[in-house]
């Protein structure tokens, strides 16, 4: 199914200006099986494939012949995080898609927690990988958008032509807190005063899945504009806050709700981030956050794939230096996939978490470099 661009009327509860509207279904338009609009101005047309399985929404830039380079976001997010990368790689004539993974945007949301396996997403994105013709790929990957891209890449290698993960190393057994917690950098974290390190926030949902969603649900326009803010260089080398969720008692403590919070319109464009909003608006942050519960399962799959997963791909790592939970540096966050990948490339840029948000041209020239360099 395509969805057309086309303006439709108010419906209670939407608020629609002149630049953005939504698409197919009205005030249904961000539920599982709708798609969801671009703002009208856009570069990116929208599109929904279904299967018995899911329905994934995604849209799509350049020419539909062009050679296929596929972007996976992660969370708190949709496919819209990639615009200035899809733009950009579609006038070098990259045929882009970017779809809304599991539980996002205008994407399938099951209510089950174990609904959200990476096998199944994983599944999901082979199978809308066959629909855009199934030849190999550039896959681009940011937070658990990585966690996908280096599965596909480990258990159907012949599915990708190279793959460029930013601001979240890939870990061949699994992305889970029995594989994290091991490499968290011990000076800045002590074990006694916390154990789980920067991954508290992890072992937060484990723990206390109802009142952390109930939290980001409390006002989700502020959880979304206090989650998407950049990073900042006076962190390097101290606590994170995400370490201090459970004695804080919540992401937000006391108050169980985020405070007021203005959007970072250099993040993320006005429109594109009140169409971020509207999706959670209609999902909740439940599905998103069933991610995180599904660590025994994840691990399983991660074992299956051939050769340890290991990957042969040319792989570009895109390092934040201001990334208090993720960055590699002067840590062993990195040491699993520098093991596992055959021919690995790294870079770093001043960024935080949001890489493709913070650092839109220069990850762009990074992988447009590194494209060149490995004749992809």
């Not at 082979?126 to 013709?133: A, G």
């Not at 290698?157 to 057994?173: C, H, I, M, W």
Request: proline share 8%; charged share 15%; with cysteine.
């Amino acid at each position: 199914m395509t969805a057309l661009l086309q303006p439709l009327s108010w419906a209670p509860g939407l608020t629609l200006d002149r630049h953005t509207h939504l698409l197919g279904m009205g005030v249904a338009a961000a539920l599982p099986g709708a798609a969801w609009a671009t703002p009208s101005s856009s570069t990116l047309a929208s599109r929904s494939f279904s299967t018995p399985r899911q329905t994934t929404h995604y849209v799509e830039s350049g020419p539909a012949g062009g050679p296929l380079m596929i972007f996976l976001h992660g969370w708190p997010t949709i496919s819209l995080m990639w615009r200035a990368q899809m733009d950009a790689f579609a006038a070098d004539g990259w045929h882009c898609v970017a779809p809304d993974l599991r539980g996002f945007g205008g994407s399938s949301a099951p209510a089950a927690n174990d609904a959200y396996t990476i096998r199944d997403i994983v599944a999901d994105m082979t199978e809308l990988h066959d629909h855009l013709s199934g030849k190999p790929a550039i896959w681009v990957g940011h937070d658990w958008g990585v966690v996908v891209v280096g599965q596909l890449a480990a258990h159907a290698p012949e599915r990708s032509r190279g793959v460029v993960l930013t601001s979240l190393a890939y870990q061949p057994d699994g992305h889970a807190l029995r594989t994290l917690v091991p490499l968290v950098d011990r000076t800045i974290y002590p074990t006694d005063q916390y154990p789980d390190g920067q991954w508290d926030y992890y072992r937060y949902y484990t723990t206390h899945f109802e009142e952390a969603v109930a939290d980001l649900d409390a006002d989700k326009a502020a959880s979304l504009a206090s989650i998407f803010q950049p990073g900042d260089p006076a962190g390097i080398g101290k606590v994170s806050p995400n370490a201090l969720v459970t004695r804080k008692g919540g992401r937000f403590g006391a108050a169980h709700r985020a405070p007021p919070t203005q959007p970072n319109p250099a993040l993320w464009p006005p429109a594109d981030f009140g169409v971020l909003v509207q999706t959670f608006e209609a999902h909740g942050f439940r599905p998103s956050c069933a991610w995180y519960m599904n660590d025994d399962a994840d691990i399983a799959y991660a074992r299956e794939a051939p050769d340890g997963g290991r990957l042969s791909q040319p792989v570009l790592f895109v390092n934040g230096d201001y990334d208090q939970i993720c960055t590699i540096t002067g840590n062993h966050q990195g040491d699993p996939m520098r093991a596992a990948c055959a021919d690995l490339t790294t870079t770093s840029m001043p960024s935080g978490h949001w890489l493709p948000l913070e650092r839109k041209s220069d990850l762009t020239q990074a992988i447009r470099t590194w494209l060149k360099t490995k004749n992809l």
